[in-house]
């Protein structure tokens, strides 16, 4: 139920770019909440960024301000987290995820829905 699909991680250099982006099917994301989260080998999965349902409100951690960017397009049922500047501390499986609430939010708990992860991996 919900399947959320991620796509477009893989191996890049430090510095480069990657757009992962989150396909929704069987459910319509035009009413949750949406959010990245990311884990690395041994550590805890954490919260990277978040977009509310409406798209204007945007909330990321402060390690990636400034270097990624959370976007949405309802109409293609589709998230996405544009990764710029990245650095080997980005790697990790990237996950996608849905909120049944309308803000964004940092909280792992409130998210109803998961992905299956999308490798990225950074070398310097």
């Known amino acids: 139920q919900g399947q959320l699909v991620e796509s477009g991680g893989g191996l890049v250099q430090a510095g480069g770019s990657l757009r992962l982006s989150c396909a929704a099917s069987?459910?319509?994301?035009?009413?949750?909440?949406m959010g990245w989260f990311r884990q690395a080998p041994g550590k805890e999965r954490e919260f990277v960024a978040a977009i509310s349902v409406s798209g204007g409100s945007i909330y990321s951690t402060d390690s990636v301000k400034g270097r990624f960017t959370i976007s949405r397009d309802n109409a293609k049922n589709t998230v996405y987290l544009q990764m710029n500047s990245l650095k080997p501390e980005d790697t990790a499986v990237y996950y996608c995820a849905a909120a049944r609430a309308p803000f964004s939010t940092p909280l792992i708990g409130q998210y109803d829905y998961w992905g299956q992860g999308t490798q990225v991996t950074v070398s310097s």
């Open positions: 069987e459910r319509t994301i035009s009413q949750y909440a």
